[in-house]
């Protein structure tokens, strides 16, 4: 033990000192060598690297130049020294740090030019040095125990029959008593000594053990008697206070879903109610305004501009009745309808009605391929405006436009994952749990009724919407529809 921890001790020195040597010498050169490679000098770089091949245990050192023109490979090979190694340079560079193997150590730097890397450079050391001392200590070790294990064999041979014999039989009997699980064997005595003496108090033992026995034996048969009465009446009782505690369990839990489907019922009737109210508020303004088109058509039927910007005003209010209408339709549960639609298209006519200021940076990508939906259009359409308008209110205050972005995945699964992602100040933690919840909001003038709409229209597509993370740095918002 004293020698492995010598061994020990020193062989973390030599590790160390090793490692320590390798890592300064490769870091001298990987200073040395950036006016060489920027001047593609291979002579001047081998000269460098040449100077560790006087130590032995180097097997090999290679320098790697950045490539700036293949799109493939970030380094080329530039030069090597192997004094010990015929062998072609390695195809593809080593990766920078420090590697222990078995039997070699590879210590691999950036070379540096003004804080830019500009290429590699890798110094291999063999570690036969501390091999052959391990072999030593191992042989040494060897030796050692073979004549401590003679030494003891010999004093064991010598000692046994003083000794060990009156402990055999005393073994050897206490095995048979434990194996058979009688105790009816006795040991013979063999001296008059003190080993005479514990084989008496042994055999004694016994004797005394074996009447405890036969009286334990008796009590065992009375006791089991009457646990068996025992076990019966509580199995009994425990098989009633189980069926109590079902049928407690099951009315609990019945209570509990009766409790959700009422508040459930609440939230979606107070949903309703606003949505009714706000239609009614909209429509009066709107047919007012539509009256005033047909009036302003009729006066201004020559000029083109006035005409074309009446008509855009009649479409626009069709279409927000039309809006109108489906809100109204999903309080009353009522179908939708589904159809197949350009994503792309839907979600930059989403942000035009949203972003009226045009003060997001709006980005759309597909993975891999463009594709379709099938979902509703008018619906959907309305689900993207709300996510949208949550986005550019997060990035208020911001400088320049906010980024703000659609991701659409199609990998041939089950599912279509959409992802609404932003730029903005995130959702503090006390409120992401409840941002689904009807008539719940954390602005000053929020109603709380987008994100709980965008999941009940979601809901009626058969997808689901969640919100997959965010932070101070953005938010993500992650939309799954059947494929």
């Known amino acids: 033990m004293g020698g492995l921890f010598l061994y020990n ?4 020195t030599a590790k160390s000192l090793i490692f320590d040597e390798v890592v300064h010498q490769t870091t ?3 200073k040395s060598l950036p006016p060489a490679i920027a001047f593609e000098d291979v002579v001047s770089a081998y000269d460098l690297i040449d100077s560790l091949s006087i130590n032995p245990q180097i097997k090999r050192v290679s320098v790697w130049k950045k490539n700036l023109e293949s799109k493939f ?46 290429g590699l450079i890798s110094v291999e050391r063999s570690l036969s040095d501390l091999i052959q001392k391990r072999t030593t200590f191992i042989q040494f070790v060897g030796s050692s125990w073979f004549i401590i294990i003679l030494i003891i064999l010999l004093v064991t041979l010598w000692y046994q029959n003083a000794l060990t014999r009156p402990l055999k039989e005393l073994m050897t009997v206490a095995e048979k008593i434990s194996t058979e699980g009688t105790y009816g064997h006795r040991a013979k005595k063999l001296s008059e000594d003190e080993f005479g003496k514990l084989t008496t108090l042994f055999n004694q033992m016994m004797d005394s053990l074996a009447e405890s026995n036969r009286r334990l034996l008796e009590s065992k048969n009375d006791m089991e008697d009457r646990v068996k009465e025992r076990t019966l009446d509580l ?21 509990i879903q009766t409790k959700d489907q009422l508040n459930k019922r609440e939230k979606l009737a107070s949903v309703g109610q606003v949505s009714s109210n706000i239609a009614h508020e909209l429509r009066n303004p709107m047919a007012a305004i539509r009256n005033s088109v ?48 350009d994503l792309e298209e839907l979600a930059k006519e989403a942000l035009m009605y949203t972003d009226t200021s045009n003060s997001s940076d709006f980005r759309f990508r597909y993975e891999p391929d463009a594709f379709e939906v099938k979902v509703d259009r008018i619906l959907f359409r309305q689900v993207l405006s709300n996510l ?44 992401r749990e409840r941002i689904f919840e009807p008539l719940y909001s954390d602005k000053m003038d929020g109603v709380g009724l987008g994100l709980p709409l ?30």
């Open 388 to 431: 949208f308008l949550n986005s550019i209110q997060a990035s208020n205050g911001s400088p320049g436009r906010c980024p703000l972005g659609v991701i659409a995945q199609k990998k041939g699964g089950p599912s279509v994952q959409i992802r609404v992602w932003d730029r903005g100040s995130g959702i503090t933690s006390e409120h």
């Open 73 to 118: 490979a970030d380094f080329e090979y530039f030069t090597s020294v192997h004094p010990d190694d015929s062998s072609e340079y390695p195809s593809s560079p080593p990766q920078i740090g420090e590697i222990w193997a078995e039997r070699i150590l590879r210590v691999t730097k950036p070379i540096l030019s003004f804080d830019e890397q500009v």
């Open 294 to 341: 047909y009036f302003l058509r009729l006066k201004n039927e020559d000029d083109p501009k006035v005409t074309h910007h009446l008509e855009v005003i009649d479409r626009e209010l069709s279409r927000s009745d039309e809006v109108i209408e489906r809100l109204l339709q999903m309080t009353k549960e009522e179908s939708i309808k589904i159809e197949s639609v």
């Open 9 to 12: 001790r020193e062989a973390n």
């Open 235 to 255: 199995t009994i009782a425990n098989q009633r206070i189980i069926a109590e505690m079902n049928q407690k369990e099951k009315a609990t839990s019945e209570l």
């Open 28 to 30: 001298s050169l990987a």
């Open 454 to 483: 965008c999941k009940d229209i979601l809901v009626r597509h058969k997808g689901k919407i969640s919100l997959e993370k965010t932070s101070s740095e953005g938010t993500v918002f992650l939309i799954e529809l059947p494929n």
